[in-house]
């Protein structure tokens, strides 16, 4: 029988960051994944963040679909993710470059959020 492999949980720093940084704009709900912990506006997921069976964080988020393929192309500590045509994921660690995160994230929010509630977003250029 095969032994099951335990996820690592994502370290409370993390996600209490991911969550500031999402709990400021509109109507952001954050809520207990499957595995993980995932950000929400309606029912449109913005980002989820878990810990996987190799033992390493990720965080997956959306984004336009040609910024997909050149994350693709950028290699780790990006990746793209076997679902949807607009999602990217991101390895998470010691190194990760939290002020690049902040913008990724903001990004996902406007295109996964109603137009009302995007244009709310000041958007870094």
């Given amino acids: 029988m095969a032994r099951k492999i335990e996820r ?3 370290p409370e720093e993390w996600v209490l960051r991911i969550g500031a940084v999402l709990g400021a704009l509109p109507r952001v709900h954050e809520e207990n994944a499957w595995v993980g912990t995932r950000w929400r506006v309606g029912q449109a997921t913005i980002a989820h963040v878990f810990g996987g069976e190799d033992q390493l964080f990720r965080i997956t988020f959306r984004a336009e679909v040609d910024e997909v393929i050149a994350f693709e192309h950028l290699g780790t500590p990006y990746f793209r993710t076997e679902w949807g045509t607009n999602v990217v994921g991101m390895l998470l660690d010691d190194d990760t470059d939290w002020d690049e995160l902040t ?18 977003v000041d958007r870094p250029a």
Avoid: F, N
């Avoid at 994230?105 to 996964?112: A, E, M, V």
């Fill in 8 to 10: 690592p949980l994502v």
């Fill in 103 to 120: 913008e990724l994230l903001t990004d996902s929010y406007c295109l996964q959020a109603p137009d009302h509630l995007a244009a709310q």
